[in-house]
């Protein structure tokens, strides 16, 4: 709920933190922020108002995705990884703090890792109000707030004790900004293998070889990694499963839901793919 992590979060103005009076979040200089009726809250700033994020078609096609359970295995491993990066944290003397999920989409990752994690609090931050009114919904103890991930995030600095980025941008000073100094940052990130049967058939835009290499890049200045493991997997999909896959993610905004539609039906009734990512932990650099 959104109460409950309402002392995690911070104006995105002047980082003041933040109380609620009905459909609105204040701060002590008078910046005021409203919370939509189906539970989040907007901290955009002004010059970030307008859309963004996922559509609402992409957010559909990810929700079925996810309720079929391709990625349950996947998430699972994450909620395990998280547990033992949030026992890490605590032998290394973290103690409260929430759970911060950037680029959370509609939760579903999050939810699963609070279900492993009883008595702590989850934020999750996206741009996209579709899948923010998902967020909101996924979990009794999930907060879900609008913000841009690129720029400063709407959370108190030291807030968390554990974040996560699951395919989603990373902003590292601003992770490393509201990590507790104890904390951990779990990030899952697609190898150049990942789902390549359906990328081949569809002419759909591949992973990125030098993911890692960017990865550590973007994040090295301000995290130490302490682990990493791949997960792989192979997935069983028909054609309304394909489809899904791919619209839920970047070439939904390469190529036109009828194209794709087209292309899917072209294919087998049944398809193979493969799912391959690495499961990376960080902690904050001295």
């Not at 959104?2 to 002047?14: E, G, H, R, S």
């Not at 933190?17 to 009726?37: M, P």
């Not at 100094?181 to 030098?210: C, F, I, Q």
Request: proline share 5%; with cysteine; aromatic share 6%.
């Amino acid at each position: 709920m959104l109460d409950d992590v309402l002392p995690y979060l911070a104006c995105p103005y002047c980082g003041a933190g933040l109380t609620r009076t009905g459909s609105a979040l204040h701060c002590a200089r008078g910046h005021a922020f409203n919370v939509a009726r189906q539970g989040y809250a907007s901290l955009l700033p002004k010059k970030a108002h307008g859309e963004g994020g996922d559509t609402a078609a992409m957010v559909q096609a990810r929700t079925d995705f996810l309720a079929a359970g391709h990625f349950a295995d996947l998430a699972a491993e994450v909620a395990d990884t998280a547990a033992e990066a949030l026992a890490a944290a605590a032998a290394d003397g973290a103690g409260a703090g929430c759970v911060v999920e950037s680029g959370a989409g509609t939760g579903y990752y999050l939810a699963r890792v609070l279900d492993a994690l009883p008595g702590r609090v989850g934020i999750a931050l996206d741009r996209s109000r579709y899948a923010l009114r998902r967020a909101a919904r996924a979990h009794e103890r999930i907060g879900a707030v609008a913000c841009d991930v690129w720029r400063r995030l709407p959370v108190t600095a030291t807030a968390a004790v554990l974040a996560l980025d699951v395919f989603a941008p990373r902003n590292g000073p601003e992770l490393r900004r509201i990590l507790n100094p104890a904390g951990r940052l779990v990030v899952v990130t697609p190898d150049d293998d990942h789902l390549r049967e359906l990328a081949g058939a569809l002419g759909l835009l591949s992973v990125d070889e030098r993911k890692q290499e960017r990865l550590a890049e973007k994040l090295g200045p301000y995290f130490d990694l302490t682990s990493r493991r791949e997960y792989r997997a192979r997935l069983e999909l028909g054609q309304t499963d394909i489809l899904a896959a791919a619209q839920m993610g970047p070439a939904a905004w390469h190529a036109g839901e009828t194209d794709l539609a087209a292309r899917v039906r072209s294919l087998p009734e049944q398809m193979t793919a493969t799912v391959s990512v690495r499961v990376s932990v960080f902690r904050p650099s001295a």
